[in-house]
């Protein structure tokens, strides 16, 4: 399938088949990213937590958040993982670089998600 054949698609046609492509974007993390897998675990624990301990609208917010970011970025991590992969199944020195800068994203998507739980919990 061509990409010519998505262009042009606008309105709810261009909003349902950006979902599709969504939930296909998780479903491929979920089955080949153990990290992924993880930080979902992880997710599911610490964001109804947040809900609960956040003692404002704020608080909550940056708490989710912080907790959403880390899997925005764990998925970020693992696309640029597979581009990689697909170019140069080969070692290069270029393929190991953004492979370590996308893993140094992650943990310092973990880290902002460690001093945000920390500040706003522990003012």
Same mark, same amino acid.
């Given at each position: 399938?061509?990409?010519?054949?998505?262009?042009?698609?606008?309105?709810?046609?261009?909003?349902?088949?950006?979902?599709?492509?969504?939930?296909?974007?998780?479903?491929?993390?979920?089955?080949?990213?153990?990290?992924?897998?993880?930080?979902?675990?992880?997710?599911?624990?610490?964001?109804?937590?947040?809900?609960?301990?956040?003692?404002?609208?704020?608080?909550?917010?940056?708490?989710?958040?912080?907790?959403?970011? !880390? %899997?925005?970025?764990?998925?970020?991590?693992? +696309? *640029?993982? #597979?581009? &990689?992969?697909?170019?140069?199944?080969?070692?290069?020195?270029?393929?190991?670089?953004?492979?370590?800068?996308?893993?140094?994203? !992650? %943990?310092?998507?973990?880290?902002?998600?460690? +001093? *945000?739980? #920390?500040? &706003?919990?522990?003012?």
């Amino acid at each position: 399938m061509s990409s010519a054949e998505f262009k042009g698609k606008t309105g709810l046609v261009r909003l349902w088949n950006a979902l599709g492509y969504s939930r296909d974007g998780i479903g491929a993390a979920w089955k080949n990213e153990a990290a992924f897998r993880e930080e979902v675990l992880l997710a599911i624990v610490t964001i109804p937590l947040a809900l609960y301990l956040g003692r404002s609208g704020g608080d909550r917010a940056l708490l989710v958040g912080s907790i959403i970011l !880390v %899997l925005i970025v764990e998925i970020l991590n693992s +696309a *640029v993982e #597979a581009v &990689v992969d697909k170019a140069s199944p080969e070692k290069h020195e270029l393929a190991k670089r953004a492979k370590d800068m996308g893993s140094a994203a !992650v %943990l310092f998507s973990l880290l902002n998600a460690a +001093a *945000v739980w #920390a500040c &706003v919990l522990w003012p």
